[in-house]
T-cell receptor, first 111, second 115 residues
Framework: DAKTTQPTSMDCAEGRAANLPCNHS???????VYWYRQIHSQGPQYIIH???NNETNEMASLIITEDRKSSTLILPHATLRDTAVYYC????????????FGAGTRLFVKA | DVKVTQSSRYLVKRTGEKVFLECVQD?????MFWYRQDPGLGLRLIYF???????EKGDIPEGYSVSREKKERFSLILESASTNQTSMYLC??????????????FGEGSWLTVV
């Protein structure tokens, strides 16, 4: 599985959009981009995933560049409860046993 | 709602003790994983299993073993606990097969302190 690069930390004002970038320049054609988040003392929680098209669900939107080498997770209206560590990972849909989680981005949402 | 349950949230054990961490999933998933998480190191894979009685080493298997006797249950065993195994341990599961995006589901974590 390919590795990803994310900023160590980011700040966002409450009510504003939080845009979290991720670079995955070595992504393979059959690898999906996944986003998870981890609130302190809890297990990571799935947010969204995509292959090459932009995706949206009730939690967030995922924008993947045309060359698939980077992506952005968008939380449209950040709240204080969105303060967490956000992980961007890439993995195949099947048999991706050794999924690699990096250090993620620590997002601070401030009032 | 999908669920991965880790039997113990907080444990304190003595050096040299044998420690069992239990994990159960109710989604009929084929694949199960054990990670440990330490500050600044992210999630590191200890062992994974892709079927009953099957196991594969992850990145940091030393000092650990696992057991998968039933599909829904994956146990992590510390044969002789040491202080450097103080950490948060996360269990996860995911399905196999040709499905789009087999999401990984995590348990709540088990905080182990070895004294």
């Amino acid at each position: 599985d390919a590795k990803t690069t994310q900023p160590t930390s980011m700040d966002c004002a409450e009510g504003r959009a939080a845009n979290l970038p991720c670079n995955h320049s070595t992504i393979s054609g059959n690898e999906y981009v996944y986003w998870y988040r981890q609130i302190h003392s809890q297990g990571p929680q799935y947010i969204i995933h995509g292959l090459k098209n932009n995706e949206t669900n009730e939690m967030a939107s995922l924008i993947i560049t045309e060359d698939r080498k980077s992506s952005t997770l968008i939380l449209p209206h950040a709240t204080l409860r969105d303060t967490a560590v956000y992980y961007c990972i890439v993995r195949v849909a099947t048999g991706g046993f050794k999924t690699i989680f990096g250090a993620g981005t620590r997002l601070f949402v401030k009032a | 709602d999908v669920k991965v349950t880790q039997s113990s949230r907080y444990l304190v054990k003595r050096t040299g003790e044998k420690v069992f961490l239990e994990c159960v999933q109710d989604m009929d998933h084929e694949n199960m994983f054990w990670y440990r998480q330490d500050p600044g190191l992210g999630l590191r894979l200890i062992y994974f299993s892709y079927d009953v009685k099957m196991k594969e080493k992850g990145d940091i298997p030393e000092g650990y073993s696992v057991s998968r006797e039933k599909k829904e249950r994956f146990s992590l065993i510390l044969e002789s606990a040491s202080t450097n195994q103080t950490s948060m341990y996360l269990c996860a599961s995911t399905t196999e097969g040709d499905r789009v995006g087999n999401t990984i589901y995590f348990g709540e974590g088990s905080w182990l302190t070895v004294v």
